[in-house]
C-alpha cells in the first residue's frame, strides 16, 4: 500500500531555507515520477516542482525556479524540495505526490510551510 | 498554458440528490482528464482519471464523463461525506509542467 509522510514544513523568516522530505513507503521512489504541490490555505492547488522517473527530467513553476531544488534520496525512499530564499508566498501546505503514469494517484497528508517576519 | 475553468463555483445540493459538477479546457485535452476531491483538512483524494475511470476504492456513484474540452463529474446520490471541494487537473500535454488544476467547485449541503 503506497504511503507518503510529508516533513520539515514550519514558520521561517524570509530569505532563509528550509528542506522538505517525503517518506515513501509500498512502493519505490525512483521508479515513479514524483511531484510537490502546494496549497495556500482555503485557495486551489498549485504544482511547485516535478521530478520525472529517470531522476534527470525536472520542472519547476516559474515562481520557484532557481530557488527550489527537487530531488530524491533513493537510499532512504525519500523525496525532497530544498527551499532557499523563503518568500511571503511561498506559504502554504506541501503536498507529495506520486504519478501513476501520467496521473497524481497519491498524496500525502501535506506539511505547512509559514514564512513570515 | 491550458486554462481549466471550473462551474460552479459554489453547488448547494441536498442530501439524495445528484450534483453535477463541470470543467472546460481551454484546448482539446483528449480524455486525459482527472477529477480530485478535498475535504477540509485533508489531502486531495484521485476519483477520477482517463475522464471517466474510478480510481481504486471509489464507489459508483461518482461518474466521470466527457472528452475533448467538455466534462462533467457526476454524483448520483449524494451522502454526507461527499460534500467537499472537487478539482479537475488535464495531463494531456508533455512535459507534466504543462498539467493544470481548475480553480475548484465546492460542494456544500443545502
Known amino acids: 500500500q503506497v504511503h507518503l509522510v510529508e516533513s520539515g514544513g514550519g514558520m521561517v523568516l524570509p530569505g532563509t531555507s528550509l528542506t522538505l522530505s517525503c517518506a515513501a513507503s509500498g512502493f519505490t521512489v525512483s521508479r515513479y515520477g514524483m511531484e510537490w504541490v502546494r496549497q495556500v490555505p482555503g485557495k486551489g492547488l498549485q504544482w511547485v516542482a516535478i521530478?520525472?522517473?529517470?531522476?534527470?527530467?525536472?520542472y519547476y513553476a516559474d515562481s520557484v525556479k532557481g530557488r527550489f531544488t527537487i530531488s530524491r534520496d533513493d537510499s532512504n525512499n525519500t523525496l525532497l524540495l530544498q527551499m532557499n530564499s523563503l518568500r511571503a508566498e511561498d506559504t502554504a501546505v506541501y503536498y507529495c505526490v506520486k504519478f501513476r503514469g501520467r496521473i497524481a494517484e497519491s498524496w500525502g497528508q501535506g506539511t505547512l510551510v509559514t514564512v513570515s517576519s | 498554458e491550458i486554462v481549466m475553468t471550473q462551474s460552479p463555483a459554489t453547488l448547494s445540493v441536498s442530501p439524495g440528490e445528484r450534483a453535477t459538477l463541470s470543467c472546460r479546457a481551454s484546448q482539446y485535452v483528449s480524455s486525459n482528464l482527472a477529477w480530485f476531491q478535498q475535504k477540509p483538512g485533508q489531502a486531495p483524494r484521485l476519483l477520477i482519471y482517463?475522464?471517466?475511470t474510478r480510481a481504486t476504492g471509489i464507489p459508483a456513484r461518482f461518474s466521470g464523463s466527457g472528452s475533448g474540452t467538455e466534462f462533467t463529474l457526476t454524483i448520483s446520490s449524494l451522502q454526507s461525506e461527499d460534500f467537499a471541494v472537487y478539482y479537475c487537473q488535464q495531463y494531456n500535454n508533455w512535459p507534466p509542467s504543462e498539467y493544470t488544476f481548475g480553480q475548484g467547485t465546492k460542494l456544500e449541503i443545502k
Open positions: 521530478i520525472w522517473s529517470d531522476g534527470n527530467n525536472k
Open positions: 482517463g475522464a471517466s
